[in-house]
């Protein structure tokens, strides 16, 4: 057998370098480079492997690793999970900023390999700074906090485990069910330690990304189900797109006149104006989609996780309607109970069309019933785009000068606050793919660094807008600064309502005066933050990271500034101050967040009893 003498992380690395993905017939390099802050848990180990030997994998170094982690996550999103990019961090710490973006991953589905360092394996220096000292079990680490947000988790503490360590962590990375983030921790001394690697565990080696078929059986009994009912709607989530099932589920659509509803990860499928594209279902979605999810007597969800949101805390549907469940992952085909069609999208939409054709299956929506609702919907957008405000600009009058100006082809990115719910019921995408919601953790701060990725995932093809609230704005944008170092240019829309304003408003739905979510100082009198708001120049501090910037007070400047960041070639901040509160609010829908039983305030009783009310009206499976 020959062999090379390597340590386990320059073997890593060429291991990684090797590694393809084969999805419909067509050969894919998986690993793309390695995001990475070094620190003394990695640096000697890893990073020398990446500075003498790393194949054809770049570097790319993070500016902080949960922003870092969650660029290589939107990355690999925006390449419909095919392609990624590693990430390494340090020990302690740097390991633990990873974990929020890890979860953030594996909620959305999406591939992240972590290689986060670990303690000495040998214990020679112990303890090294950073670790965690646990008195009762020595075998536990800063990186076990990796494990409930793992798909797939080890820990390599001798070279030779690395084979069959990193076989896993491939299977897993690309399995379309099994997919999240995956963490390989990596002891410090460990990634140094020399093995003679067999040179077969280098070669190329490709992974197959089958199409699984659901079974026949769950075809039929799809079928005969759904063709007992008239009024069925389609759930569109992100699955259809990672399944590049687009054209099929347009073929069921359109063969049966059924009409589409979108999740956050869906939204983009169908073009705004097909006409059977009702736009965004749930808590914040459209009037016609929860119109249409009322009286719906199947709803055929597809690649959906069926988050509260989507189903308005479990009252978006009728009491009697039924699920059928196209799902690649048991666990969501398995919800609501409903006809579980376990399988690859693509296929399975075809097969259950197939199945239906013969039966001459009709569904019995009036002749303008779909087209009626989404013309009403479609007026209430252009109404809610074109609001006027007589205190400045209102949040969706600024969305729709967005939306007229820049290029149908464009990416936007969101996450947190009150811009995915504006976005998710007004946005008009042309096409699929430019809209891309990380809607499964709502992470703030996924925003600028979720443009970072999706920027270096399109690069160049397409302009790329980060559109973030103030509040996520703050919490993580250092990924700027790296976009900026790598020529990556992403357009940061930041919209000012002085604070976290969406929770300010679900906090007062709820019984609340408003507390603790402005941006204002702290005033004596009350000893409440019920002071001025906090006066804050978004443009001045992107200008002096080196970004350009523009502010823009009113829908003119706004529309300039739009064009204007066009033709930059490096990252732009636009900061548009808009009025707080002009956002918009739900249609038709719930969400339950918990009210208190008790309290001083009458108001939060009052809620509390409307909370109890709409719980009954819900469904509990
Ligand atoms: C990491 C993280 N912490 C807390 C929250 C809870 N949260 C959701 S939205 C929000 C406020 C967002 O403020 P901003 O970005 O300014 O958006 P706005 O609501 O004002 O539009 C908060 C605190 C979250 N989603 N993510
Ligand atoms: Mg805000």
Redesign the pocket.
């Known amino acids: 057998m020959t062999t090379i003498r390597l340590t386990m992380a320059q073997a890593l690395v060429r291991f990684l370098d090797a590694q393809y993905v084969s999805v419909d017939g067509e050969e894919i390099k998986f690993v793309q480079g390695v995001m990475g802050i070094f620190g003394h848990g990695n640096v000697t180990g890893i990073g020398e492997a990446l500075e003498y030997s790393p194949g054809s994998l770049t570097l790319i170094q993070g500016k902080n690793e949960q922003g870092m982690v969650h660029a290589a996550a939107a990355f690999a999103k925006q390449k419909n999970r095919l392609q990624i990019y590693a990430c390494t961090s340090s020990i302690g710490p740097g390991a633990l900023n990873m974990v929020?973006a890890a979860g953030t991953a594996t909620v959305n589905r999406i591939p992240v390999l972590l290689l986060p360092g670990d303690n000495f394996a040998s214990r020679q220096p112990d303890p090294v700074l950073q670790q965690l000292e646990v008195a009762s079990d020595y075998t536990v680490s800063a990186t076990d906090a990796f494990k409930p947000v793992s798909k797939y988790w080890d820990r390599i503490v001798r070279p030779e485990q690395l084979m069959p360590a990193a076989l896993q962590a491939m299977r897993v990375l690309t399995d379309p069910a099994e997919t999240g983030a995956v963490t390989l921790a990596m002891p410090q001394d460990v990634q140094a330690e020399a093995y003679d690697y067999p040179e077969a565990f280098f070669s190329k080696r490709i992974h197959y990304i089958d199409r699984r078929p659901p079974a026949e059986g769950a075809v039929q009994r799809a079928a005969e189900l759904l063709k007992g009912k008239k009024k069925p709607l389609i759930i569109a989530g992100g699955g259809v797109l990672y399944a590049s099932a687009v054209s099929e589920l347009q073929d069921l659509a359109e063969t049966y006149g059924i009409p589409v509803a979108e999740t956050q990860a869906g939204k983009s499928v169908l073009p705004w104006n097909h006409p059977l594209n009702v736009g965004g279902v749930g808590v914040t979605g459209t009037l016609a989609a929860n119109l249409l999810a009322k009286q719906a007597d199947v709803i055929i969800g597809v690649g959906t996780r069926y988050s509260d949101f989507t189903t308005s805390s479990k009252s978006a549907f009728a009491d009697d309607v039924q699920f059928i469940n196209i799902n690649v992952s048991p666990l969501d085909s398995a919800k609501w109970g409903g006809a579980a069609l376990t399988g690859d999208a693509k296929l399975g939409l075809k097969q259950l069309a197939e199945a239906l054709e013969a039966s001459g299956y009709q569904t019995a929506y009036g002749d303008h019933e779909v087209a009626d609702l989404k013309k009403t919907w479609d007026a209430e957008v252009d109404r809610l785009y074109a609001l006027e405000h007589e205190q400045g600009l209102a949040q969706t009058h600024a969305l729709g000068v967005i939306q007229n100006a820049i290029d149908p082809s464009s990416v936007i990115v969101c996450a947190?606050?009150?811009?995915p719910g504006d976005l998710h019921r007004l946005w008009r995408p042309a096409e699929p793919k430019t809209y891309h919601m990380e809607y499964g953790f709502?992470?703030?701060?996924y925003e600028v660094s979720g443009a970072f990725g999706a920027a270096l995932a399109t690069a160049g093809e397409r302009e790329v807008y980060a559109i973030?609230?103030?509040?996520?704005?703050f919490?993580l944008h250092s990924e700027l600064i790296t976009s900026l170092q790598e020529g990556v240019k992403i357009t940061i829309l930041l919209?000012d309502?002085h604070?976290?304003?969406?929770?300010h408003n679900l906090q007062r739905g709820h019984g609340s005066e408003g507390f603790g979510n402005e941006f204002r100082y702290r005033d004596k009198a009350s000893g409440r933050l019920t002071g001025s708001y906090m006066p804050i120049d978004f443009a001045a501090h992107a200008r002096s990271l080196g970004a350009k910037a523009y502010k823009a007070n009113s829908a003119e400047e706004l529309k300039a500034a739009l064009l204007q960041a066009k033709q930059e070639t490096v990252t732009t901040l636009i900061e548009i101050p808009v009025v707080p509160g002009t956002?918009t609010a739900g249609y038709e829908s719930w969400w339950n967040v918990g009210v208190p039983e008790v309290s001083v305030s009458n108001k939060v009783l009052d809620a509390h009893v409307d909370m109890k009310q709409r719980i009954r009206a819900a469904r509990m499976i």
């Not at 709502?442 to 701060?445: D, E, H, K, L, Q």
């Not at 973030?468 to 704005?473: L, Q, T, W």
């Not at 604070?499 to 929770?503: D, K, N, V, Y």
């Open positions: 929020t947190a606050g009150s811009l709502s992470c703030m701060g973030v609230g103030d509040g996520s704005y919490m919209f309502n604070g976290f304003q969406c929770i956002n």
